[in-house]
């Protein structure tokens, strides 16, 4: 069956280290991957996109890489601050979907502690 | 920007009401979607519509139905409320391009 792991429920780490999420898949092949974030007791907001040809994509302090052979996106946050305490949602595409739909992980909660 | 605006943020019915959620787009976006998310299970959806009048089945349509008269709004409808239909529900909507959604803020649905 599909299915999309995210590496773990929550993540602790003091600000300015980095933090590294984890999003496994099985049984897709994706066109392309995305990140959300979210905050408590608010919708999703897109943050990234990443194209199965592609290997590695940055927007400021933000990574993500995708490997398709590997079945794994990961997603960075350097410098991480407090402010970017949430949970961080990955979501594929399926090749091929004409109607758009996203498979979300479950997410990880991040925590950035002072 | 994008915005996307639900009815309620904060819903309480009693068990057999009718329920209707609302959902509206001002991006003119093709696809809306609408899920449920309660905790340590994640988004699940339950319906989305690629057209007006247009609707596919998510993964628990059950107890839930939609209606899509015009492009930027995207109804679900709770026949007859149940506790089980306790949730937080998120409408989203997107563009065929690329699927990248967009959520409005929630309604919180509480069913005594």
């Known amino acids: 069956s599909q299915k999309i792991e995210q590496n773990s429920e929550a993540l602790n780490i003091q600000e300015g280290k980095t933090a590294t999420l984890t999003c496994n898949y099985t049984n897709y092949s994706p066109a392309y991957l995305q990140w959300y974030r979210q905050d408590p007791g608010r919708g999703p907001v897109f943050l990234l996109l990443i194209r199965e040809n592609e290997k590695e994509k940055r927007k400021e302090r933000l990574k993500v890489t995708f490997d398709t052979t590997l079945k794994q996106s990961l997603f960075h946050i350097t410098a991480s601050q407090p402010a970017d305490s949430a949970t961080y949602l990955c979501?594929?595409?399926?090749?091929?979907?004409?109607?758009?739909?996203?498979?979300f992980g479950r997410g990880t909660q991040l925590t950035v502690w002072p | 920007d994008v915005k996307v605006t639900q009815s309620s943020r904060y819903l309480v019915k009693r068990t057999g009401e009718k329920v209707f959620l609302e959902c509206v787009q001002d991006?003119?976006?093709?696809?809306m979607f609408w899920y449920r998310q309660d905790p340590g299970l994640g988004l699940r959806l339950i319906y989305f519509s690629y057209d007006v009048k247009m609707k596919e089945k998510g993964d628990i349509p059950e107890g839930y139905s939609v209606s899509r008269e015009k492009k930027e709004r995207f109804s679900l409808i709770l026949e007859s409320a149940s506790t089980n239909q306790t949730s937080m529900y998120l409408c989203?909507?997107?563009?065929?391009?690329?699927?990248?959604?967009?959520f409005g803020p929630g309604t919180r649905l509480l069913v005594l």
């Open positions: 991006m003119d976006h093709e696809n």
């Open positions: 989203a909507s997107s563009l065929l391009s690329d699927g990248t959604q967009y």
């Open positions: 979501a594929l595409v399926g090749r091929g979907s004409t109607l758009g739909r996203l498979y």
